[in-house]
């Protein structure tokens, strides 16, 4: 399974993700993310970018595989689970992330900055977990290629 658009996504996963540790150990309380509107905005669209590579991925992957189309964003992380390509301990937190995705993009008006920076603060690992996952898939893919 090398493909270049899984690849392509890995890297923007990972840039989206070295944006966001910077900014997790910048604002080392809620009241300092608050202050700053510029950083709330890009916190919130770099969290939406993270979410929808991870969804890109898994959407190309369930392809890739002819596993069971996912009927909607939460499904596309059960559907990966269903197979054992996600472990069910990581299911949950991708699909509350796929949750979350759906509240900025379709609920932005009321949104909570301090639900933000409840994500920034502690959810990052998650998304580092499934780029491990997925760069893992890759490897193996292209070890068995090999043989």
Do not use: W
């Not at 991870?54 to 009927?71: A, N, V």
């Not at 893992?136 to 070890?143: K, R």
Request: with cysteine.
């Amino acid at each position: 399974m090398d493909d270049e658009i899984i690849i392509e996504r890995l890297a923007l996963l990972r840039n989206e993700l070295a944006y966001l540790k910077s900014e997790e150990k910048g604002v080392p309380r809620l009241q300092d993310y608050l202050e700053s509107p510029r950083l709330r905005r890009a916190v919130e669209r770099s969290l939406q970018v993270a979410i929808e590579a991870c969804l890109d991925i898994g959407r190309r992957i369930i392809s890739e595989k002819g596993l069971r189309f996912p009927e909607d964003n939460r499904d596309v992380f059960k559907s990966l689970a269903e197979k054992g390509l996600i472990p069910h301990s990581l299911l949950s937190r991708l699909v509350k992330m796929a949750q979350f995705r759906n509240l900025i993009i379709h609920n932005y008006a009321r949104i909570e900055d301090s639900q933000v920076y409840s994500v920034l603060k502690r959810d990052l690992a998650d998304f580092e977990e499934f780029a491990r996952l997925v760069a893992g898939c890759l490897e193996s893919a292209s070890d068995t290629a090999l043989k």
